[in-house]
């Protein structure tokens, strides 16, 4: 389990770095020394099986209800059974299904905040069922398979230093900087 949390910090690193790379920032490790004190959460995550009809008598039930990760960005591994949905710009739904050997970047509040919401964190939840399959209620099964995953919360280091990327502006260009909080703001 060490070497995996250890795998997943680094490619988490590498992806903060890709990231300020495509931003076009002067240096590729702008966001590194801000997350390079292992205050990451690795969690082993089961929805266990369970009865449909105790979900679908509760309208609004869900799995895991809709949220977003706060921390700078999520590496989410998945089994091969889905329900897992994340929220468009737009308002929609897609699925997120399983891929064999693929992996979920999310990008979470802390690293919207720091992108100055260049970059957003991802709404998503996960349901019973994928809801872009169209099979008939009738031939669903009549209980819920469990479902695994394993999720790599990257978190920034414990300083109070909050940055915000000034020069990237919003969609609707505004800062985001008017939050009580500590901030150094960058060129």
């Given at each position: 389990?060490l ?27 702008y966001?590194t ?38 921390g ?10 889905s ?10 739904w ?8 693929g ?8 690293l ?15 349901l019973?069922?994928?809801?872009t ?10 209980s819920?398979p469990?479902?695994y995953?394993?999720?790599f ?26 939050q ?8």
């Open positions: 389990m070497a995996y949390f250890e795998a997943y910090d680094q490619l988490h690193l590498t992806i903060l770095r890709a990231l300020a790379r495509g931003m076009g920032l002067e240096d590729d490790d966001f020394p801000l997350c390079d004190a292992n205050h990451q959460n690795l969690r082993l995550l089961h929805y266990p099986e369970c009865d449909r009809t105790q979900i679908e008598a509760h309208t609004g039930q869900r799995r895991g209800g809709i949220h977003t990760d706060y700078t960005i999520t590496l989410l591994s998945q089994e091969h059974i329900g897992l949905v994340a929220q468009r710009l737009d308002g929609t897609v699925s997120v299904p399983p891929t064999p050997g992996m979920v970047v999310n990008v979470g509040e802390m919207q905040r720091w992108s100055n919401d260049v970059l957003r964190a991802t709404p998503h939840q996960v019973d069922d994928d809801p399959t169209t099979m008939d209620q009738d031939k669903k099964s009549p819920v469990e479902r995953s394993i999720a919360f990257a978190m920034p280091t414990k300083t109070p230093l909050y940055l915000v990327y000034q020069t990237a502006t919003a969609p609707t260009n505004h800062p985001n900087m008017n009580s909080m500590n901030l150094i703001i960058l060129p």
